[in-house]
């Protein structure tokens, strides 16, 4: 086991920084920019969530509705997404400053006379720092791009069910749920707002892939949720969604 896990994150040819740190329409330091924008706003509407419900005396089952682990996951996903995409676009900016340098001392060596061989030295030893100094990705890295390849195939797979079901099942019947301007915003950016960044995620800012074999995973994901929910049913006698009660 160890070995395969080894080989998925160190020698899969997909997971590397271009597929889930670029976009094809938006340019590297703006996708930055608004995926560590994202993550502040998610994580805040979560805060929000969890401070209110605890108000309200309901923090104890806060952690067991679908809605609030789907967009824990989203916050999660635009957190490892920032800090790959910020990553990414440090390592360019240091490639091309790198490259600038090592131009100008490779004219200035040329310019001067050849001293016993010196010169040769010198500009084999001034080759472009991103090749002559080559790092592998380390161990935290490639976890994060791993992390984020799950995260965002349970993102865009989660929230458009989360909503669909949100308000074609649960909101006609639970209008009283958005009595006041926090709830409308918590309720509107939890089951709507959800499926519109899983939209602009497929179609704008993420290239990254769909993998089916990965699909097993998103199967354990709501086979463990079924079990949780059925859990908070036999201890607390808590039915998280009616259409859980089949009485």
């Not at 608004?34 to 089952?61: M, Q």
């Not at 240091?94 to 040769?120: M, N």
């Not at 707002?193 to 994901?221: D, Q």
Request: glycine share 6%; charged share 10%.
């Amino acid at each position: 086991i160890r070995r395969r896990f080894y080989c998925f994150l160190f020698h899969n040819p997909e997971l590397r920084d271009e597929l889930f740190a670029t976009s094809y329409v938006v340019p590297q330091r703006i996708l930055a920019g608004i995926r560590s924008t994202l993550f502040i706003y998610c994580l805040a509407v979560l805060i929000s969530n969890l401070a209110v419900n605890v108000a309200h005396g309901a923090g104890w089952n806060w952690a067991a509705y679908f809605t609030t682990l789907t967009f824990f996951g989203i916050t999660l996903y635009y957190g490892f997404a920032s800090y790959t995409t910020i990553a990414y676009a440090w390592k360019q900016q240091k490639i091309r400053t790198d490259g600038v340098a090592t131009l100008v001392d490779s004219e200035s060596a040329s310019q001067s006379p050849p001293l016993s061989g010196i010169g040769e030295g010198y500009i084999k030893n001034s080759m472009p720092r991103e090749i002559a100094q080559t790092q592998p990705p380390s161990l935290a890295h490639q976890v994060a791009l791993a992390s984020q390849w799950i995260l965002y195939e349970s993102f865009t797979c989660f929230a458009p069910l989360v909503s669909l079901i949100y308000w074609a099942l649960l909101f006609p019947t639970q209008n009283d749920i958005l009595d006041s301007g926090l709830d409308t915003w918590m309720g509107v950016s939890m089951h709507a707002l959800n499926s519109v960044l899983m939209l602009c995620e497929v179609g704008v800012f993420a290239k990254t892939p769909y993998r089916y074999s990965h699909f097993w995973i998103l199967f354990m994901f709501l086979a463990l949720y079924l079990g949780l929910a059925y859990f908070m049913v036999g201890v607390y006698g808590f039915y998280v969604y009616p259409f859980f009660d089949s009485r």
